[in-house]
């Protein structure tokens, strides 16, 4: 149990380090090495911690256990082949997180940072008519008749397409230095992480690898079908490293841009939903 | 004697709850949600809100705001009584039930808002009212079709396979939900958030995250 | 915190983690309890752990701050 959290942690903190390493060599610099947010993390968690005076003190520290008790969660979700609308309620249980980490310290820049959180509502939109999407598919909600659908008719990347794009938008959409990393632009500092520092910017890290694990691995479990834990890495890498290509060459967008984006995505789908219901009756 | 129909869903039922005929269940998926709503209300009641800092335009300086007592404690007693509500929300068996709660949401959510006395909060508290209050047409339009075409608002009978319910009443509900629950206002609203008392403000969101994500389950199961 | 009050918690919180998987390994507890069991401990363990080695032991040299 724990130690797959352990195990989770550290490749999803190896992942971030490979982003940030690609996104360089795109951009013709040679970038940190790839164990750089392993050490990252160990460094914000021997820096000396306290809780900002003007902090909501429970909240300000309440919201890096839940960070870290959700993805926690959900990565349990996945394993055990449970709903897959328990999975996106904890996506959407995400921005509470990212809301309260930046109203809870009572900096404006984290206060920014949160506002432009709830402006990028949008980017569960899309994640939701994924869902829809799959559900026309299989008829069912659970994972585990997910990837057993998927062993009988061939994976859902290739059925589904337009349902793997749009979870694609919705992980990019996560990542960090991408074009919808709205709330943690550097012209707010660091967004709502402003006033985490420490022990609880350690902690949130955490949660954030996790969270990256649990989105790549989600994307490969729902649109390629359950693999071997090795091979299950490998593709989890090689999304990642597109992901990183976007993030590399895109700029970050204005925050209502994101917004319209991702309605418009979610649009799209809405539309192929229709049709799809349409042909498949 | 209660079998979930839709187990595919949110999972099988743990524990029912009767309550006359009216039947809240715990599934694996509305359980989480009511814990999460409970760890959220738990934190509304034990946490001091923050000291907001704002920056003066133009220059270097920037000012504390004071926290008013008197106006914590009603932002306390708001979010507490929205927590109550999603926890209801989040496990009735009931349709009408369900709509009852949202509609309470709703009101609490204008209540943690309207609380704050800035111009620019309270012209967006005011605007959400308006939407609220519109948005309980479709919302109990959509229980009322459900009735009316169906016969009964249980969710035990809804969610199996022999009673079909009519699209329009599903949309009348999540448009319902939409409008009050703010999640929609996030967008073209932030001026919300501006309003002090992170730990209530952030019971707002919580409250219309989760009514979204249980109409979500409702919608897809009948 | 004091450092020995973290090192407590964070060694308690990661030892039920531990324990909850090994015993639902061995078949004694239901998966799913020790699952919840493992996310409630695993925030604490990581928060209380990183608390515990950068709390002062009270020995530091004082800074120094100028004459």
């Given at each position: 149990m724990i130690e797959y959290l352990l195990f989770a942690t550290f490749i999803g903190l190896l992942f971030h380090g490979i982003h940030r390493k690609v996104i360089a060599r795109v951009q013709g610099r040679p970038g940190p090495p790839i164990w750089q947010e392993i050490l990252h993390t160990l460094k914000f968690s021997f820096k000396e911690t306290w809780i900002p005076k003007t902090a909501s003190q429970t909240l300000f520290v309440a919201v890096v256990f839940v960070a870290i008790g959700i993805w926690s969660g959900a990565l349990f979700i996945l394993l055990s082949g449970g709903s897959l609308l328990l999975l996106f309620a904890v996506y959407l249980l995400h921005k509470i997180v990212e809301h309260g980490m930046g109203l809870s310290s009572g900096s404006p820049y984290g206060k920014f940072g949160a506002i432009r959180s709830v402006i990028s509502a949008a980017s569960e939109l899309p994640l939701l008519a994924t869902v829809a999407v799959i559900y026309l598919f299989t008829?069912?909600?659970?994972i585990a008749d997910i990837a057993a659908y998927q062993q009988v008719h061939g994976p859902l990347l290739i059925l589904a397409f337009p349902a793997a794009a749009a979870m694609y938008l919705v992980i990019l959409s996560k990542m960090?230095?991408?074009?919808?990393?709205?709330?943690?632009a550097k012209e707010i500092v660091s967004?709502?992480?402003?006033?985490?520092?420490g022990v609880w910017r350690a902690g949130l890290e955490v949660g954030f690898a996790l969270k990256t694990y649990v989105l790549l691995y989600a994307f490969v479990l729902l649109f390629i079908g359950p693999l071997p834990l090795g091979l299950a890495l490998l593709l989890m890498l090689l999304v990642l490293i597109s992901l990183s290509f976007v993030c590399a060459v895109t700029p970050m967008l204005s925050p209502y841009d994101t917004v319209t984006i991702q309605s418009l995505v979610t649009g799209a789908l809405v539309i192929y939903i229709i049709v799809l219901g349409v042909v498949m009756g | 004697m209660f079998n979930l129909p839709t187990t595919n869903i949110g999972g099988q039922e743990l524990f029912v709850l009767e309550f006359g005929d009216i039947v809240a269940y715990f599934s694996p998926y509305t359980t989480a949600l009511f814990v999460f709503a409970l760890i959220f209300t738990a934190l509304a009641i034990v946490s001091r809100p923050e000291k907001q800092m704002d920056i003066a335009f133009g220059g270097d300086a920037y000012y504390a705001k004071v926290v008013d007592p008197e106006l914590m404690r009603f932002q306390r007693f708001m979010a507490i009584a929205c927590g109550l509500a999603t926890l209801g929300a989040m496990v009735t068996g009931d349709v009408f039930n369900f709509t009852l709660f949202a509609s309470l949401v709703g009101i609490t959510n204008i209540g943690i808002v309207a609380a704050y006395r800035n111009r620019h909060v309270l012209n967006a508290a005011f605007q959400y009212g308006i939407v609220a209050m519109l948005a309980t047409v479709p919302l109990f339009g959509g229980a009322a079709i459900v009735v009316a075409s169906?016969?009964?608002?249980?969710m035990w009978e809804l969610f199996t396979g022999a009673v079909a319910v009519p699209l329009i009443a599903k949309a009348f509900l999540v448009l319902g939900v939409m409008g009050e629950g703010m999640a929609p206002f996030y967008v073209a609203k932030?001026?919300?958030?501006?309003?002090?008392g992170a730990p209530f403000i952030l019971m707002v969101h919580v409250s219309s995250l989760l009514l979204f994500l249980r109409v979500a389950e409702i919608v897809i199961s009948m | 915190m004091k450092k020995q009050t973290a090192l407590i918690a964070g060694l308690a919180a990661g030892g039920i983690g531990v324990a909850a998987g090994i015993l639902a390994a061995a078949g004694y507890l239901p998966v799913w309890a020790a699952e919840i069991l493992a996310v409630v401990t695993f925030p604490a363990f990581v928060i209380f752990i990183a608390l515990w080695w950068n709390a002062?032991?009270?020995?530091e040299d004082i800074p120094f701050i100028g004459y």
């Open positions: 008829g069912s909600l659970s960090h230095y991408g074009p919808f990393s709205i709330i943690e967004g709502n992480m402003t006033e985490h520092f | 169906t016969g009964t608002l249980s932030a001026e919300i958030t501006r309003a002090q | 002062k032991s009270g020995e």
